[in-house]
Nanobody, 123 residues
Framework: QVQLVESGGGLVQPGGSLRLSCAAS????????MGWYRQAPEKQRELVAV???????NYADNVKGRFTISRDNVKNTVYLKMNSLKPEDTAAYYC?????????????????WGQGTQVTVSS
């Protein structure tokens, strides 16, 4: 069974930094695009950043220049380095991955989500 395990969330002051990690585990054949999304209370889930298997990146306008997404293909892990954090960044952050993995006796391609990690930016 494949799962995405997130870590790194917590409480940080405005202007501070935080680094999120998301590791995929299980019988993984390949990882394609991976990304981070976030959802604040009573708001829609929104894309934060995505990164392709080759390293191409895309960011939401309101985090560009402050956040950096990266990946380690050996460790099957995606990271989100967040600098100059603002109260508006407060949300539950979710990891997303396009995964081809072993399901029963076959390899299946699915889009998987992590359980979420809370980031709170407050003084």
């Amino acid at each position: 069974q494949v799962q995405l395990v997130e870590s790194g969330g917590g409480l940080v002051q405005p202007g501070g930094s935080l680094r999120l990690s998301c590791a995929a585990s299980g019988s993984i054949r390949s990882l394609r695009t991976m990304g981070w999304y976030r959802q604040a209370p009573e708001k829609q889930r929104e894309l934060v950043a995505v990164i392709s298997s080759g390293g191409s990146t895309n960011y939401a306008d309101n985090v560009k220049g402050r956040f950096t997404i990266s990946r380690d293909n050996v460790k099957n892990t995606v990271y989100l380095k967040m600098n100059s954090l603002k109260p508006e960044d407060t949300a539950a952050y979710y990891c997303n991955a396009d995964v081809t993995h072993l399901s029963g006796s076959r390899y299946v391609r699915n889009e998987l989500w992590g359980q979420g990690t809370q980031v709170t930016v407050s003084s």
